[in-house]
């Protein structure tokens, strides 16, 4: 049983302030986002896609690739499964069913969809503005430093495709990243910044 219509606005109202301040990673606040639109039920037909409609939008603003990830045609091809993981949630008042059954859903369609690009180009599409190490680090999920230099960071540097805004003084603490015109048209090859990645680089 859906809410009554009565309480639908506040619901909503509620929903999107928890979505606001949570500190929950975006896989799991969108999934838990859906799955909540679902319960509260606002319109009277078409809940399934606008639940998926915004968990997209959510996943995309964190991660520009989801823009380009069809999700939805995969939740389409396990419809059955969809429900049950709504229905299981609903049993047992707790969104992990339906939380788990999403990132399935999301792997599958990131594993089975998507090319590979290589790590600097990935690097690329999350480097929206001038950046220091730690947020671009932090924008691709990394945490190993090391690893974000070597298979990332030079590879960006030396090709090209990324230049620091303080040249002469590479270890200053102000030291920060920017595009360069020649990685500025590598995003354009790619979509104006909507690179799809393999699961194992980075979500």
């Known amino acids: 049983m859906a809410p009554s219509a009565d309480r639908v606005p506040q619901l909503m109202t509620d929903l999107f302030g928890w979505l606001v301040a949570t500190d929950a990673h975006p896989l799991i606040a969108s999934s838990v986002f859906h799955y909540e639109f679902e319960f509260i039920h606002p319109f009277a037909d078409g809940n399934g896609r606008m639940g998926q409609l915004w968990q997209s939008l959510i996943l995309a603003r964190w991660n520009p690739l989801f823009a380009d990830i069809p999700v939805e ?17 609903t049993r047992q008042t707790d969104s992990a069913p339906f939380i788990a059954f999403m990132l399935r859903m999301i792997l599958d369609t990131v594993t089975s969809s998507t090319p590979e690009v290589t790590p600097e180009v ?4 999350v480097l929206t503005s001038e950046m220091t190490r730690l947020q671009i680090k932090e924008a691709l999920g990394l945490k190993d430093d ?16 990324v230049e620091m805004t303080i040249p002469d003084k590479p270890r200053s603490s102000k030291q920060k990243y920017r595009l360069t015109d020649k990685g500025r048209q590598v995003m354009a090859r790619h ?13």
């Open 73 to 89: 045609s995969l939740i389409l091809e396990h419809q059955d499964e969809y429900y049950a993981a709504l229905q299981e949630s």
């Open 122 to 125: 990935r690097l690329l599409s």
């Open 146 to 161: 090391e690893h974000f230099r070597k298979a990332y960071l030079l590879p960006a540097l030396e090709a090209g495709l």
């Open 191 to 203: 979509g104006g910044g909507k690179i799809a990645t393999n699961s194992r680089h980075g979500l």
